[in-house]
């Protein structure tokens, strides 16, 4: 199922003058926004004081239509304007607001504060002013909305215009997501999120969030093999292998084989393959194959890795494997791979594809995804998934928990299960990364990755 759509700015813009040249006007749209955004701000604050503060552009007008509806609901309001308002729709938006407009010297304070100073218009840091009132608003007031993004923040890459600015409570967007809402470091300051529709169309080629899955029950007449057969590769070090294979019998596979040196310590239900790698994977009834978690980097490890590249069915390449993956050794492949790089490891990646590592998170992964012909995960607390294709999917961080030795690994093992189990790979990759979240929102806090693969099967019970 795709997710909803995540727009650039120069995408809303577009989408917006669609909605116009269809009979719409900006006014109109700000009234849909400003309005929906009151909704959840009255919902936060009731009767108690909310303090809007404007700026001068859209975002502004969109305050001004926010305060004018709590007020009509008999809400106690105050806004603060940072400057006039200088685009006709936030001037209506002024007029329109009966009652006092407060000047940015005003000493406020109250329940909630509401950020409409500035949104996808900033093109700069903040003023010295500028971002001192924010803060100061912020500290006289229990919570903090931003409307749109907050003030400070870049909508495309996520970054942060200027440092030391206030974390949010909430951040209600409107129309449409933007990247800012998944990308480190703005997404660690929007907290929880909420979109306002304002009737924007489908955009074609436009990223998506990562959403939880549709799973079906296994029919009737399954059997392990038509569920799916995964071989895991290990090395030198099979803890990382057993670890990916451990999750991957709980994301639907129905059979997981390792291919190990040694038998001992692995779970009993993981079945290992001491033989020949060659013949392991010729078996012509594998899936899909995972290789990298603990294969090492040494000669060994490289010739484990061309096997598994040489093999025609989907694999998920990970950890070591991605340090030693060339452009060469994905040459021959007809079958899809799928690469799950932290930031170390995309960099990596980068240089040996010939690629400079320049742009936003969501424009590198896209560009390694083009020059290698995988789909990417770029994993972290904004992990962004890319097909050669152009897809783009990107996904909040679940908890910062996360942040703990074999998470990757589980990941890994979680993709390369829904791949064997026949889902295509950019939806092999999409479905891991949310399997993956939404078992760590399961898990208590300071968890480990093997209580991390341990809750996959409940992750994926609430996508039956
Ligand atoms: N998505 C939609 O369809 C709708 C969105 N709406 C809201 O509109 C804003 C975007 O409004 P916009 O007027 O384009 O931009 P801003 O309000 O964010 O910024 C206003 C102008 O401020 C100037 N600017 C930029 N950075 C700074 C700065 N650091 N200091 C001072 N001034 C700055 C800039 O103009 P310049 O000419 O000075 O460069 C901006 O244009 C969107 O976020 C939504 O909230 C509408 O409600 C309609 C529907
Ligand atoms: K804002």
Redesign the pocket.
């Given at each position: 199922m795709p997710g909803d759509q995540i727009l650039t700015v120069a995408q809303?813009r577009e989408?917006?003058q669609a909605?116009i040249d269809a009979g719409s006007s900006?006014d109109a749209?700000?009234q849909i926004?400003?309005r929906g955004a009151a909704d959840w701000i009255w919902r936060m604050a009731g009767r108690h004081k909310v303090t809007v503060l404007c700026?001068?552009?859209?975002?502004?007008?969109?305050g001004y239509v926010i305060a004018e509806a709590i007020r009509e609901r008999g809400g106690h309001v105050v806004v603060v304007a940072a400057a006039q308002p200088?685009?006709d729709?936030?001037k209506n938006a002024r007029k329109a607001f009966a009652s006092e407009v407060l000047g940015p010297d005003a000493d406020v304070s109250g329940h909630v504060f509401v950020d409409?100073l500035?949104?996808?218009?900033?093109?700069?840091?903040?003023?010295h002013d500028?971002a001192e009132l924010v803060k100061r608003l912020a500290a006289t007031h229990h919570r903090a909305v931003a409307?749109?993004?907050p003030s400070g923040v870049q909508s495309d890459s996520g970054m942060l215009?200027n440092d030391d600015l206030p974390r949010y409570d909430f951040t209600i967007a409107?129309?449409?997501w933007k990247f800012a809402h998944f990308l480190m470091p703005a997404a660690a300051r929007v907290g929880e999120l909420r979109l306002v529709p304002?009737g924007?169309e489908p955009v074609e080629g436009a990223a998506r969030t990562v959403v939880r899955p549709r799973v079906h029950e296994p029919p009737a007449d399954a059997h392990k093999y038509t569920r799916g057969l995964l071989a895991v590769v290990a090395g030198k070090m099979p803890g990382a292998a057993i670890l990916a294979s451990m999750a991957a019998r709980g994301a639907g596979a129905g059979y997981v084989r390792l291919f190990a040196d040694r038998m001992d310590n692995v779970p009993v239900d993981v079945v290992v393959d001491t033989g020949i790698l060659s013949e392991v994977l010729s078996d012509d009834r594998n899936r899909a194959i995972l290789v990298g978690p603990g294969l090492g980097r040494d000669g060994e490890a490289r010739e484990r890795l061309a096997i598994a590249l040489a093999d025609p069915v989907t694999a998920v390449v990970d950890a070591d494997a991605l340090v030693l993956l060339t452009p060469r050794g994905l040459a021959e492949r007809a079958a899809s791979t799928i690469a799950t790089p932290h930031e170390g490891e995309l960099v990596a990646l980068e240089r040996a594809f010939d690629l400079d590592g320049s742009g936003t998170r969501p424009e590198r992964a896209l560009a390694l995804a083009r020059a290698s012909g995988m789909v990417i995960v770029a994993k972290g607390p904004d992990t962004v998934i890319a097909a050669p294709d152009g897809r783009l999917a990107c996904a909040r961080s679940a908890t910062s928990w996360l942040s703990t030795a074999g998470t990757g690994d589980v990941l890994a093992g979680v993709i390369a299960s829904r791949a064997a189990s026949g889902v295509p790979a950019f939806e092999a990759a999409c479905e891991g990364v949310w399997l993956h979240g939404s078992a760590a929102r399961l898990c208590p806090p300071a968890f480990t990755a093997s209580a991390l693969a341990e809750r996959i099967p409940a992750a994926l019970a609430a996508c039956l």
């Open positions: 809303v989408a917006e909605l900006i749209l700000m926004a400003g700026g001068p552009g859209n975002n502004g007008g969109d200088g685009t729709a936030a409409c500035f949104g996808s218009g900033l093109t700069r840091p903040l003023t500028h409307v749109d993004l215009l409107l129309g449409a304002i924007i």
